[in-house]
């Protein structure tokens, strides 16, 4: 029987037009929040139209830009040439298979898509071995707040209610398969960002 194709983790919205520019106004504002740091190789997984990875680029060495979905990669590659970035590798394919797809890296990002995740320690296993040692793994995501509290432009965001993760649930889900949480910051107005290191040796 052939592999089913790959299909997007569950409940994870795309953006549209508008939305995800208003809850994102200051990206590189967030990615030096959780740690990004010039001169990185990076991985932006499950990076969707490109928002995050626009910024990711102007700071880092090198950029991995993977997401299951062609259409929008296409879309984070025209964002990416019209800010005439170069440094970045786009990828379709499946964010279990990092470690296949991606050259090892200092920094993994992953924003708005760890909440829908069926298999989230084999996810986190995958990450660490893409991770050099001493690098980083960046989940942001939303506070486990209803979701009709969750409003952008008038209207209810995000995921499903009963999706949504606390700081510790993201915490212990990662941790349990060996990455050590760093940082908890909060990324106003209704996310949260759980930083982990890969240990050394």
Wanted: aromatic share 8%; with cysteine.
């Amino acid at each position: 029987m052939a592999d089913k194709p790959p299909q997007p983790f569950e409940g994870t919205e795309m953006p549209t037009a508008g939305w995800w520019e208003a809850l994102w106004p200051d990206p590189a504002g967030v990615l030096n929040a959780v740690g990004l740091r010039a001169g990185m190789d990076v991985i932006d997984l499950c990076s969707g139209d490109g928002w995050f990875t626009l910024h990711i680029a102007k700071a880092a060495r090198r950029v991995t830009s993977i997401d299951i979905d062609p259409e929008l990669l296409k879309v984070a590659r025209h964002r990416l040439a019209e800010g005439g970035v170069r440094n970045c590798e786009f990828v379709c394919g499946d964010a279990y298979r990092i470690a296949e797809l991606a050259q090892p890296a200092d920094f993994v990002f992953m924003a708005n898509a760890f909440h829908g995740v069926p298999d989230r320690a084999r996810l986190v296993t995958a990450v660490e071995n893409v991770l050099k040692p001493g690098g980083h793994f960046a989940i942001v995501n939303w506070h486990a707040r209803p979701r009709e509290e969750t409003t952008i432009l008038g209207e209810p965001r995000g995921p499903k209610t009963e999706l949504r993760m606390s700081p510790q649930q993201t915490i212990t889900a990662v941790e349990s398969v060996g990455l050590r949480h760093t940082v908890t910051v909060e990324v106003p107005p209704y996310h949260y960002a759980a930083v982990f290191q890969k240990l050394a040796g």
